[in-house]
């Protein structure tokens, strides 16, 4: 079979083509970084109901050791990224926004690499739940940005059948490049995590779509699945968002999910290549989730790269150890179109950051003002709902956030942020449609 043959011409209607300034680090292996002095690991890294502590302050704990136990099925444990002791568990900044209950360590000099916290075991003869059960025990979660716990993903509601697990190797937003790296360096335990994708889900084949824009990854894996059976590498056209499950699951199947529900609602679960991954090295070795591949790029860092960082290592000591240039106009932690803004430094790395694009200041102000809509459409014929997102930001505007869910489908929104990147006016549809869906979900609780 050719590489032609690997192309699946059927894509999702609309999105759009942003540059990708992925050459900074595509090429560049990725590299482990040295432990910071503190870590602080948040309690509430995921979608669900936040861990509850296991240690006390001034208690030792062992790299790898669990730190925070799961508070339901809809939650994760923590372990912890480095030896040292836990000098406090207070409140701290965190990416999310309001200060969040953490666990912080003084990592010991010298704290080893090695994980002193394992128990192998052969999962090949546990049972589906059992693979369930694990993974919740690894404190796993989405790691393309989602953070959603991933053993409740590996157990659909009990009315849908998983036929096929979709693996999302699209990484479709601008700069990231810690999945591209991933699938380059590692396709031995993404195959091993497929493969217990597989059993926990109960699917009968999986499918690893890879963005055009990626085709060493796409010959590497290729190659790699010639032996399996089950699993097949599927090249899609470079767009954005062709990352977002639904487009994704509509571009490799051609299967559309029905507004408000779930991917299994079609037969399909899906993972991120960086989850895989790490399922797959750590499932069998009994091991934690305490690190993950971070891409550190953006014309305000000297030392771009793809970085193995311990989750709960500070931003500023990450951006120290990187070379960023003095001083950072703008950091935006994920990608460009869907990450989010931040001003404080003294905020960790956790478990779904994927990525954080540095930007020093613009040579000229490039603050453009809002105008007023000219009813252009490009905002409608960007958005890969098919909504109109034209009408939602005349009634946000209006304050009308009720009629824009009731009539106007604001919910179906997932926030991709094609809409604002295409209009002339400058309107910051999305920032729109975020504050109109916090303030329905506040109204409504
Ligand atoms: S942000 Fe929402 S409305 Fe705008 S293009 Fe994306 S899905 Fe459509
Ligand atoms: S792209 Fe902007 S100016 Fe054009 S119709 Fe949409 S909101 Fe109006």
Redesign the pocket.
């Known amino acids: 079979m050719g590489l032609r043959d690997l192309f699946r011409r059927h894509t999702f209607e609309?999105g759009i083509h942003p540059p990708d300034h992925k050459a900074l680090t595509a090429g560049l292996s990725i590299r482990r970084l040295p432990f910071a002095p503190y870590l602080v690991i948040p309690l509430s890294q995921h979608a669900g109901a936040p861990a509850t502590p296991l240690v006390k302050k001034g208690q030792d704990v062992a790299r790898g050791e669990p730190i925070a136990e799961a508070n339901g099925f809809v939650s994760v444990p923590m372990h912890a990224p480095a030896s040292g002791v836990v000098d406090d568990i207070r409140l701290m900044p965190s990416a999310r926004g309001p200060k969040s209950l953490s666990i912080v360590i003084r990592v010991y000099e010298g704290s080893p690499q090695r994980v002193e916290y394992e128990s192998p075991r052969n999962v090949d003869d546990m049972t589906p739940e059992q693979i369930v059960e694990a993974v919740q025990a690894t404190g796993m979660v989405g790691l393309g940005g989602a953070a959603f716990p991933t053993h409740v993903k590996m157990r659909p509601p009990k009315e849908h059948t998983v036929d096929t697990v979709v693996v999302n190797g699209c990484e479709c937003e601008p700069y990231l490049t810690c999945d591209h790296r991933l699938m380059l360096e590692k396709p031995d335990e993404l195959i091993a995590g497929i493969k217990i994708a597989l059993r926990a889900t109960g699917a009968k084949r999986a499918v690893i779509g890879i963005e055009d824009n990626k085709m060493d990854a796409v010959e590497v894996l290729s190659a790699r699945v010639r032996s399996e059976a089950l699993i097949d590498v599927q090249a899609v056209p470079t767009k954005y968002?062709q990352g977002a499950e639904k487009m994704l699951i509509e571009s490799l199947l051609h299967r559309r999910i029905p507004p408000g529900s779930l991917p299994s609602s079609v037969g399909v679960s899906v993972f991120n290549v960086g989850t895989l991954v790490q399922i797959g090295e750590l499932l069998p070795t009994g091991r934690g989730l305490i690190e993950r591949v971070v891409t550190v790029t953006g014309a305000g860092i000297r030392q771009p790269g793809n970085y193995l960082v311990p989750v709960g290592t500070p931003i500023r000591y990450l951006l120290e150890h990187v070379g960023a240039n003095e001083p950072v106009h703008e950091l935006i932690l994920g990608g460009p179109m869907m990450g989010m803004s931040v001003a404080a430094l003294d905020v960790p790395v956790t478990k779904a950051m994927s990525g954080m694009v540095v930007l020093p200041p613009p040579k000229q102000s490039k603050q453009l003002p809002v105008m007023a809509c000219i009813r252009c459409a490009y905002?409608v014929e960007?958005?890969?709902?098919h909504?109109n997102?034209s009408t939602?930001g005349l009634l946000a505007t209006k304050r009308e956030y009720q009629k824009m869910a009731a009539d106007f489908h604001l919910n179906?929104?997932?926030?991709?942020?094609?809409?604002?990147y295409v209009c002339p006016s400058n309107i910051p549809?999305?920032q729109y449609?975020r504050i109109a869906k916090a303030i329905n979900r506040e109204r409504a609780a």
């Open positions: 609309h968002p905002c960007a958005c890969p709902m909504l997102p939602l179906d929104c997932f926030e991709c942020g094609c809409c604002t549809l999305v449609f």
